[in-house]
């Protein structure tokens, strides 16, 4: 017992130590005693958990966390500082300071103190499983000699740390005794991630310790062959299949043999003994065969000087020219050999019995297949077929893609079956149907190279090998991208996938372009965090320098690079890198909710609102009710969370928001000509499950303007009128007294809003007398003076010759396009244009057709323009549109009101009319 616990245990009562000075006690020993790993035991550990139990009682998380830094500022091996703050950020699951626990890991495992290891471990296990504490727990037990408790933790370290091989080789040694099938798939695990680490003398161990087990899986022998073919280990690759086929030469399995002989020598062609193995299956296979040993020496096995893959080949494509035997013509079809001599061959096709044909001419020209290929058995059983193809359509299948090498085109799946299966008119309505009923086999599917090829597999393909195929047939980074995010939603499915995409966004890191560095190291963080893994697939320097880079960009170059990722859960995790690593994140959070689709809406509002980031939210709301068209999806989403009450309004901006939406609603099939999502969302707020939290909200915020709601929805044109009606009553049964009133009391901004609205429905425009007529002056001199003068001038360069290089003949062509289609343009203008007149205008607000008179509040200065639209404005001479910026912020102001516009501050001090009886500009 240390000095400290003696005095602790003989102090007073009412004298027992605060919190603050047992923590300051524990900190005082170490650094006075310099305290190390090999000097602890797990009393110590015991005396830290009561500390933190009390820290908890007492919340006191921020004072033990200050405490402790600052007492590894000074003492950096402080074993108390560590173990508390990695204990706390093991709780609250903060990974940059989980680390401290792995130091002390480190330390305790450097100081041989195994117990200590295993104790605290074994805590860290019950909160969470990383492959460190796995790894040090397993460690410990195995010191300890707990060989027996050591298993469990073997095994859960091998799922979770399948790039160390040694762990699960060792965990598939533990139980191989107990459990064959579990120890197979551990070994076969080993296996792969050997293969892939070029660990060759682990993988032979392992590989024949499989042939003893498990000798006939030739798919997942193929499947080693297939990583190291990547890594173009084709002297390994043989030596491999040496070591079975050993094992088969002993069990004097000939058909094993000759395939494992083929597999050694397109691997090692100078092999002689499995060169001659080759000849002696051969033999033995075919050694009923009449033309056997003439086949082997026309193919050329036995002479040296012949390519041996090709004398392979033409034996095994001979061999099969046998009595019995069926072979393919292309002008005769199907037929079956009855007669073969050395001289000639003897074939009965359907249309041509008994037909004759030299050996060599037949060996060419015919194509041999064999009982069960799918033509052969329309030759010989073509009732069965046509049985088969009405009942078992997936086996039926699986005989057709086995006879062509085990996949097909759409194209010559459909020459195959049309007239014979399916009339060729009911072909596409009956693949569409039969199509995802094929799929469902697990044998059956989509070729990832091409999408209109259908393959058939040997097993069932797992998942993580679908996502390579996919991932490998990806176009492009943003395709690779996609395949990533979607192995990485099921990242336990997905393991050998992920270490297989993983060093490939490892390689991009590296690239010159800082958006791509980018996106693969949240990429890369996704898969860590997938994975709940301690040790991530990416360089903490890479990282670093990445964060670095990303800190001195802009919001407004970061929203756009935001704005440029497609996918959700990139997305999602992008905006939580900007957070941690961004001092304007709020800025980019502010620029994303003004995207669509509206997704990560929710999700932004809630951590600005954390962040208590009013000025944004407040700057979102106002820049949003100046566009709500351009933003229409954005402004319904913001409407539907306000009525949910997901999102709260500064006061007043409620009911603006509710009035902005009964005036959207009829511009709705003007902003979205095709399609229905929007009108959709709306219907959704009206008639949805939250109709009567739209009712609670206008009763709340808006009742005043209820009359206001009824007589907007009259143009609103995907209601019909029982819709209108049982709304309008709804609103009614709100405040009946503002129904009741003669006139409606509404701002005289509403009034002229309706003529803008007419213009919106019809697509309108509106101008003075003066702009109609100086529209109507320059369609006259295009169609009387331009037009005529340019049919001259291609009169004229017509008769120069040789049109091909006739330059002055092509520009009066160009020319004259641009004159007529300016003609048809002027002309739908004017169909579409009103002429406003004094009687249109109203003074009350600014409104179009109005002159306004400004202050600036801070120079004094007097500004006055007059509002009209497009076809009038000219900023010479005073005259704005409407729907410019400045426009925007003025209609619907009031006499007396202050609007701001780019930071100024403009007092409206006066309005009247800025178009005269006639009709012109004032």
Request: aromatic share 8%; proline share 3%.
């Amino acid at each position: 017992m240390s000095e400290t616990e003696t005095v602790q245990e003989t102090k007073p009562a009412g004298e027992a130590e605060t919190l603050e000075a047992r923590i300051q006690s524990q900190f005082n020993e170490e650094k006075w005693t310099r305290l190390s790993a090999k000097d602890v035991s797990i009393s110590r550990f015991k005396i830290l958990e009561q500390i933190l139990d009390e820290v908890k009682k007492q919340g006191k998380h921020d004072l033990l966390r200050s405490e402790s830094l600052n007492h590894l500022g000074e003492y950096e091996s402080s074993i108390a500082a560590h173990y508390f703050i990695g204990m706390m950020a093991l709780e609250k699951n903060i990974p940059d300071e989980i680390v401290h626990l792995k130091t002390l890991l480190d330390q305790f495992q450097e100081a041989s103190k195994w117990a200590v290891v295993d104790y605290l471990s074994e805590k860290m296990l019950a909160v969470t499983k990383t492959r460190t504490i796995l790894r040090a727990r397993a460690n410990a037990l195995e010191k300890l000699g707990k060989h027996k408790e050591a298993i469990p933790v073997l095994e859960q370290l091998a799922v979770l740390d399948r790039k160390n091989p040694d762990i699960a080789l060792k965990y598939a040694d533990a139980i191989i005794n107990e459990d064959l099938e579990k120890g197979l798939q551990f070994y076969k695990q080993a296996a792969e991630a050997f293969a892939r680490n070029l660990q060759f003398e682990k993988l032979k161990t392992t590989w024949n310790r499989l042939i003893e087990l498990l000798p006939d899986d030739f798919n997942f022998y193929k499947k080693i062959e297939r990583i190291l073919t990547g890594h173009r280990q084709r002297e390994m690759i043989a030596e491999l299949y040496v070591l079975l086929a050993n094992y088969f030469i002993k069990k004097e399995d000939h058909d094993k043999v000759m395939l494992l002989s083929k597999k050694i020598l397109e691997y090692n062609p100078n092999f002689a003994r499995f060169k001659n193995e080759l000849i002696r299956t051969y033999r033995e296979k075919y050694k009923s065969h009449s033309l056997l040993e003439d086949f082997i020496k026309y193919s050329g096995l036995t002479d040296t000087r012949k390519s041996l893959q090709s004398s392979i080949l033409n034996f095994e494509t001979n061999i099969v020219f046998d009595k019995g035997n069926y072979v393919f013509h292309r002008s005769w079809g199907v037929g079956k050999i009855t007669e073969l001599n050395t001289a000639e061959m003897v074939i009965d096709f359907k249309d041509k019995k008994a037909h004759k044909m030299d050996i060599q001419m037949a060996l060419k020209s015919l194509k041999p297949l064999r009982e069960e290929h799918f033509w052969v058995m329309q030759f010989e059983k073509p009732e069965e077929m046509t049985k088969l193809f009405k009942e078992d359509i997936t086996a039926f299948f699986k005989i057709l893609l086995q006879s062509f090498g085990g996949r097909l085109s759409l194209a010559d799946i459909k020459t195959e079956l049309t007239d014979k299966y399916v009339p060729l008119s009911q072909w596409s309505k009956w693949w569409s149907k039969i199509r995802p009923e094929l799929l469902k086999d697990a044998l059956i599917g989509n070729s990832a190279q091409k999408k209109d090829v259908i393959e058939l597999h040997d097993t069932p393909i797992t998942t993580s090998e679908s996502a390579i195929e996919q991932f490998q047939a990806a176009q492009g980074f943003e395709d690779r991208v996609q395949a990533f995010i979607d192995v990485l939603k099921a990242p336990e499915e997905n393991l050998e996938a992920i270490e297989f995409i993983a060093p490939h966004f490892r390689e991009t890191l590296k690239s010159l372009d800082p958006n791509t560095r980018l996106k693969s190291l949240w990429l890369l963080e996704m898969a860590t965090e997938a994975l709940a893994d301690d040790e991530p697939l990416f360089s903490k320097e890479q990282q670093a320098d990445i964060i670095q880079a990303f800190k001195t960009r802009t919001p407004a170059d970061l929203a756009e690079l935001y704005e440029e990722v497609k996918q959700t859960e990139l997305k999602r995790h992008a905006l939580k890198f900007a957070k941690r690593h961004h001092n304007e994140w709020r800025r980019i959070f502010l620029e994303m909710l003004f995207e669509t689709p509206v997704k990560l809406h929710k999700s932004i509002i809630s951590d600005l609102t954390a962040a208590n980031a009013t000025e944004e939210i407040s700057e979102f709301i106002n820049r949003l009710k100046k566009d709500v068209k351009t933003n229409a999806e954005v402004f319904l989403w913001t409407v539907k969370s306000v009525i949910a009450g997901q999102l709260e309004l500064p006061a007043g901006q409620t009911q603006e928001a509710l009035l902005g939406l009964f005036r959207m609603m009829k511009s709705i099939p003007k902003i979205e000509p095709k399609g229905s999502k929007l009108r959709n969302s709306v219907r959704d707020i009206f008639f949805g499950s939250g109709k009567d939290d739209l009712l609670n909200v206008i009763s709340r915020e808006a009742k005043d303007s209820v009359r206001r709601f009824s007589a907007l929805l009259k143009d609103v044109p995907f209601f019909n009128d029982g819709e209108k009606i049982q709304i309008v009553s709804q609103l009614r049964e709100l405040n009946p007294a503002a129904f009741a009133e003669q006139e409606d009391d509404h701002d005289q901004t509403e009034i002229q809003e309706s003529l803008a609205a007419r213009l919106e429905k019809s697509g309108g425009t509106v101008a003075s007398l003066d702009a109609i007529e100086a529209m109507r002056a320059k369609l006259d001199n295009l169609i009387n003076v331009e037009i005529p003068k340019n049919s001259e001038e291609i009169g004229v360069a017509q008769e120069k010759g040789d049109l091909r290089e006739n330059s002055e003949y092509k520009a009066a062509l160009e020319n004259q396009t641009i004159l007529q289609a300016t003609v048809t343009q002027l002309e739908a203008d004017l169909k579409a244009l009103q002429q406003i007149t004094a009687e249109d205008i109203d003074t009350n607000a600014v409104s179009i057709g109005t002159r306004v008179k400004l202050r600036d509040g801070a120079s004094g200065d007097i500004f006055v323009y007059s509002i009209l639209d497009q076809w009038d404005a000219d900023v010479d001479k005073g005259i704005i549109s409407y729907k410019s910026p400045l426009g925007k912020v003025l209609m619907g102001a009031r006499k007396g009101s202050t609007q701001t516009f780019n930071a100024q501050k403009l007092e409206i001090i006066g309005i009247e009319k800025a178009i005269d009886a006639a009709g012109r500009v004032v």
